[in-house]
């Protein structure tokens, strides 16, 4: 019997719910009662509680056996991973991020801009106790964040005024920029000098300092990131010797991946 058009229709809707719950579930990052979640997707129980149904069926979700609330289930996990494991950029990016981390011994990330924020896609941790941690897949602001400011800082000026005007830019501390003139021209020396720096912007006491990866069309696609407390990073060392070994690394990944540095 052939497909109507009619149930193409509905099968794309409950597709396109379907993947809408995963991304309501990854973005809330613990357990949701399935009221949680009809409320956030605005859709009537029954409708969410047979679509989780059918995603648990591939494992897709799971469902804890007393609460009865909601989580990501390990298929999820395998399918995320193999795609973060496909960005051949993370495979050329993690022996020279494991060198930065055993010469500084401070956190490293990789990160990407998707949707008008920040993706960390991989990170080597430091062994030190008290240190930043962003596991692959957290999403950040881009606006007060050290990786985020660099991967602003390289769009085209349309893509950065359409960001201007669709995000707001909260603060997160006294220190965060929440003014769209001042947030161009930090951008602006951020091209010029080639790295961008957080101290405190997001979160206190904390600094960071960012460089870009550039492709083989010498287009920004990635930042390398080093963070760590403030009481171990003074400014003058972020400034320095932090930023001068971010942006080598920066630098070589971008090489490996066919830029040219003119």
Known sequence: MPVTRVNKTKGVQAVDRALTIL?????????????AISAELRLNISTVHRLLNALAAHGLVEQEPYQGRYRLGIKAFEIGNRALYSLDIRAIARPLLNQLVDDFNETVNLSILDKYEVVYIDQVESNQIIKMLARPGTRAPAYCTA???VLLAYLDDKLLTRYLKNVPLLPYTAAT???PQQLRYELQKIRSQGFALDQGEREDEVRCVAAPVFNHEDKVIAAVSLSGPANRIPTEVLTGRLATAVVQVALKISQHL?????
């Open 177 to 179: 920029i929440s003014e």
């Open 147 to 149: 990786a985020g400011k």
């Open 258 to 262: 066919g830029y040219r540095c003119s």
């Open 23 to 35: 991304e309501v579930m990854a973005r809330e990052g613990s357990p949701m009662m399935l009221s």
